[in-house]
């Protein structure tokens, strides 16, 4: 936890602003996982995303939370211009339905808000699926606050979070 010391500009009498941990950031360190961390504004795309973090779309990883049953999750990472195969997912995990959890139920499942979600520092330590073409390269993943993200290398990451990694993705749809 770290101490901010703030000014108030009205009477400068200072005030102190004790910062909250970031679980993300506090598990990265846990693991021992050297990390860099990317600070952004709001954005609205995959591509904006990219721009803002200074890397290409396909590292761009996104956090998806997949419902197997009734307290049963698991996290899917994708590369960004992919999207999961449902069926290649259900093959792989070996189920016959697969669902996703609403914002609310994803938030209360792991601790972060949609956009922000990430499997270091989870409120629980869902199983991780992870798309083979995320091996081999530095990625970057949100890091539990919009805004935020952490580029790390890929097969590090996927080897600390225990991940299962296959083809579970097709390429994204255009419009």
């Given amino acids: 936890m770290s101490t901010v010391v703030v000014p108030r500009p009205a009477d400068d009498v200072r005030v102190t602003v004790t910062a909250m941990p970031n679980p993300a950031l506090t598990a990265l360190d846990d693991a021992g996982l050297p990390y860099r961390v990317i600070r952004h504004g709001p954005v609205a795309s995959l591509a904006e995303a990219a721009a803002a973090r200074g890397v290409e779309v396909p590292d761009v990883v996104k956090t998806i939370v997949v ?5 049963d999750l698991l996290f899917v990472l994708t ?21 996703m959890p609403d914002a609310e139920a994803a938030k209360a499942a792991t601790g972060y808000a949609r ?6 520092g989870a409120t629980t330590a869902w ?43 097709d390429e994204e749809p255009t419009r």
């Fill in 67 to 71: 419902r197997r049953g009734e307290g």
């Fill in 115 to 120: 956009g922000t979600i990430t499997p270091f």
């Fill in 127 to 169: 199983p991780v699926v992870a798309d083979e073409r995320l091996r081999g390269r530095e990625i970057t993943l949100g890091a539990g606050e919009h805004g935020l993200a952490v580029a790390v290398d890929a097969d590090t990451a996927l080897a600390a979070l225990g991940a299962t990694v296959a083809d579970v993705t």
């Fill in 79 to 99: 590369p960004g211009g992919r999207v999961i195969s449902w069926p290649k997912l259900r093959a792989l995990l070996g189920v016959s339905r697969l669902s």
